[in-house]
């Protein structure tokens, strides 16, 4: 408010028997130019946005008007030589997913929305002294007075339309026929303007209906198009008809513009600011997920690492740019295995993801297929169970890549070099150990994971928070069955004694149990053990077998044992049926 002084002058005015306050006028306080030498010397900070040469308008006399200003040391010797700050386009950007990486913020799956430009009353003329006076003036009554304002945009997939509209008026307002000289919309982009007004004329008893078409011209240096009238004077909307009813108000197209396979990357420590040159095309289908590679140092990787996109078309990868720009424009194909799910999960070993054939992982410059250990040929397997202990092997028999399909999460368990992966569908988690190379099932109840609880895992489901890393004393639940063993050959073979190595604590409802089948599909139960509750063994011994011989076998356990349980190994004696290789 300093800056500016008011004109005292108040008070009202009448217009053909219609009076109005008159608004208080506000000047700028003009500058000596000691004052701007002063402002100049002392900000130490200046962008170059515009150079204007002077020099053929330029004098030498020695009171032509010019003003020598002594900026070395000041503005810095190289403000003639630095490039224009280059003006975006403008337009809304609604990511559907975003992270942030080396502090820039990355944005993809992205969507466009267009603006609807500035309202009508920013072109209103100003009523006052020093300004541009209004040249007609009418009396809106009960029916009201709308206004539309139409901007065409020229796009990369099109012509699109946006429509401002102002809230009708009821009651008697004082409205203004005529505009300002200049009109502008706040995209370099826009091509044309078309403003619409309705009103009731009293006199006729119909709607005057008055529309106009403007051509835009695109700034030279801004980031708006604008349209200045020819003789500087008021613009006056002189296309007009009278119609019963109102018109309807123009519609809008495409000012919702979707780009999936887009991937925007803002400015360093700026999240506001997303430059054209840091905008990639990636493929074409659309981005998924985005992730970077945190391989360990000790794999050879060293430096920033490269930022990993999955597509449904493939996945690619960017290396980070050379200072300029945050991404080298050449974007790498990792591989074609066609990514299905948004859900990743980045450890250190590297980006697991789901795809159609099942669980992989991108590592370095490979992507490594990870799900080959939980398919075999389909077949549908019955084993005999009696009544008592048919409750503690009822397993879910779904498919894994079913299980894949309906994933909502992947969490990494650093403790236990594991990555738990969650269906909220299911009543169970399947859990992949990266130093057994092996799935199990988990039937503890997550939905997701705590962001940045790390070096710990915690994870919520519902109300309750359990910190998944910490080991907590009591009993758990385990129960297995392993898949049918063949000992490598389709042959018959006997079991002559089994023994399970290793340290179960606390013992409740214990049940173990072996199966034999000749067809790999019909098992039937050879031995069952009952243990007895809260007791401790240690190794756990099936006994001696007949002499009945099957193609392979199945062996099962389910009990609640202490924390402090472990299972060793499971030792197998074997006869083969045929020794001699002519009798098979």
């Known amino acids: 408010a300093q800056d500016y002084e008011t004109l005292e002058y108040k008070g009202y005015f009448d217009y053909n028997g219609v009076s109005a306050n008159r608004s208080e006028n506000y000047f700028a306080k003009p500058k000596s130019n000691a004052d701007i030498l002063k402002e100049l010397a002392e900000n130490q900070r200046f962008y170059k946005v515009h150079e204007i040469q002077f020099d053929d308008i330029k004098t030498t ?21 630095q490039p224009e700050l280059k003006t975006e386009s403008f337009s809304n950007i609604k990511a559907r997913n975003q992270m942030t990486y080396n502090s820039m913020l990355h944005a993809w799956d992205i969507k466009n929305v267009i603006g609807r430009g500035w309202p009508m009353n920013y072109f209103y003329p100003n009523i006052g002294i020093g300004q541009f006076e209004a040249i007609g003036q009418s009396e809106v009554e009960e029916q009201g007075w709308r206004e539309s304002i139409e901007v065409k945009i020229k796009t990369d997939v099109g012509v699109s339309s946006v429509v401002r509209i102002t809230p009708e008026l009821q009651g008697e307002y004082l409205k203004l026929f005529n505009l300002s000289p200049m009109l502008s919309y706040p995209d370099a982009r826009a091509t044309e303007m078309v403003i619409y007004r309705s009103y009731f004329d009293v006199s006729e008893g119909r709607y005057l209906e008055l529309k106009d078409t403007f051509r835009l011209t695109a700034s030279d240096t801004g980031s708006f198009a604008y349209y200045i009238s020819p003789n500087l004077k008021p613009i006056i909307l002189i296309s007009e008809r009278y119609e019963d009813n109102q018109t309807d108000i123009p519609s809008e197209s495409n000012q919702e513009l979707s780009y999936q396979n887009k991937l925007k990357v803002s400015n360093t420590n700026n999240p506001f600011l997303f430059p054209d040159t840091q905008t990639y095309q990636i493929g074409d289908g659309s981005i998924l997920n985005v992730a970077s590679q945190s391989i360990r140092t000790s794999d050879g990787q060293f430096g920033q690492f490269p930022l990993i996109c999955f597509c449904t078309d493939g996945v690619f990868s960017l290396e980070v740019g050379d200072g300029t720009v945050a991404y080298s424009r050449q974007v790498k194909p990792q591989s074609y295995e066609r990514p299905i799910s948004k859900v990743i999960c980045t450890t250190p070993f590297g980006i697991l993801f789901i795809s159609n054939r099942g669980l992989c992982m991108v590592a370095g410059q490979d992507v490594i297929y990870l799900s080959e250990t939980m398919f075999e040929k389909f077949r549908n397997i019955t084993l005999e169970l009696p009544t008592s202990i048919a409750s503690s092997f009822s397993f879910d028999t779904g498919l894994f890549n079913d299980y894949l399909k309906d994933c909502s999460a992947m969490v990494y368990n650093p403790k236990e070099q594991e990555v738990i992966i969650i269906n909220p569908n299911k009543e169970f988690n399947y859990v992949y150990n990266f130093s057994t190379k092996q799935f199990y099932k988990n039937d503890e109840q997550i939905t997701n994971e705590i962001n940045n609880s790390l070096p710990s895992l915690q994870v919520w489901k519902g109300l309750l928070v359990k910190n998944v890393t910490r080991t907590e004393a009591g009993q758990r639940k385990i129960t297995f069955t392993t898949r049918p063993i063949k000992m490598q050959t389709t042959d018959f073979k006997r079991f002559e004694r089994v023994i399970l190595r290793g340290y179960l604590s606390q013992l409740s409802g214990a049940v173990a149990c072996i ?16 243990l007895t509750d809260n007791t401790t063994r240690k190794d756990l011994d099936f006994g001696m077998f007949g002499k009945t011989t099957y193609r392979s076998y199945i062996i099962g356990l389910s009990m609640t044992v202490g924390t402090d349980s472990e299972i060793e190994a499971i030792e197998m004696e074997i006869e083969k049926l045929y020794n001699n290789t002519n009798m098979q």
């Open 515 to 530: 199966w034999g089948s000749i067809d790999d599909r019909n098992f039937k139960l050879l031995r069952g053990i009952t």
């Open 61 to 81: 006399t020695e009171n032509d008007g010019w003003v020598a200003i002594d900026l070395k040391g000041k503005l810095g010797d190289n403000l003639l030589v």
